[in-house]
């Protein structure tokens, strides 16, 4: 039963690891879509920008979104 179970598995990650492969390279005439305001995850600036001050508000801080670094300086 368990080695049922781990080929099973195994089988499942196999396929979903080929699936990703498949994925090819965007091309250039392609990219001018993607950089569509409407492609972004938050499309609409007046609710992303009442996201943020919901964030602001209950971290009672500012900034640091959208970059990478700890808040400490040291990026």
Same mark, same amino acid.
């Given at each position: ?23 090819? *390279?965007?091309?250039?005439?392609? &990219?001018? #879509? ?17 996201? *943020?001050?919901?964030?602001?508000? &209950?971290? #009672? ?15």
């Amino acid at each position: 039963m368990k080695r049922t179970i781990l080929g099973l598995l195994a089988i499942t990650s196999l396929a979903w690891l080929g699936g990703c492969s498949s994925v090819g *390279q965007v091309n250039a005439w392609e &990219k001018g #879509n993607l950089a569509k305001p409407g492609m972004t995850f938050e499309s609409d600036p007046l609710d992303q920008r009442f996201t *943020q001050h919901i964030y602001t508000s &209950k971290e #009672n801080s500012s900034g640091g979104y959208g970059v990478g670094g700890g808040g400490c300086g040291c990026n």
